[in-house]
């Protein structure tokens, strides 16, 4: 339980500071569409505190699987869909066209799972979930293949969107599999906390490059 405890107050903190950080870079950012990251950060450490609000409420905690199936989650993948096509437009804006193919089947498998799949007995709708994270990592590495053939690998330090897509495709590499089988993992506890600790733990280390990336680089 205190570790459990430990990774939840640490990415809440990790989730502020990296949304603060992204404000107070704000006056590099305003001028161009990454001024949106830090107000996505923003409605994400919101609806973190109201989950954890409803989650400690005997009478409200049934609302916690609606704050993410309908609202985070597909805030989430949309975000990012879109935040990636548009840092891929910049070397290639047909093939960027494909994240866009990738966010309306994304829309229809969820709309799919609100529709036909509405087992309020699940912790997340996996369909939907899967087939967004898989959009999210195969955006990113489109991505980084086209990074990798420009000039601007040789600069990827100071590049804002190589740490940004770094802590993306930690995350989701596992994330991916682990909330495909949530489900499944859940009447194995012992095997679901391992793999929960191993999330907690990327998605603590996205964050952390998240920070990285908005004080010590800059976007283009």
Known sequence: ??????????????????????????????????????????????GELVGYYLAFSPNLCKYNLTLFNYILNPLQIIFFSWFLYKNVSLYNKLKARWILVGMASYVICWIVDCLFIPDTTLWVSTFSVSIGMLIILLSILLFFYFYVKSEDVFFFKQDSIFWICLGLFLYYVVALPFDGLRNTLLKQPDLFMLCWYINMGLACIMYILFIISFLWTKPK
């Not at 107050?9 to 590099?28: P, V, W, Y």
């Not at 001028?31 to 923003?42: E, G, T």
């Open 1 to 46: 339980m205190v570790l459990i405890s430990f990774f939840k107050i640490t990415l809440l903190l990790l989730e502020i500071t990296s949304c603060t950080a992204g404000f107070a870079k704000m006056h590099k950012l305003k001028n161009s569409f990454w001024k949106w990251l830090p107000f996505y950060l923003l409605v994400i450490v919101l």
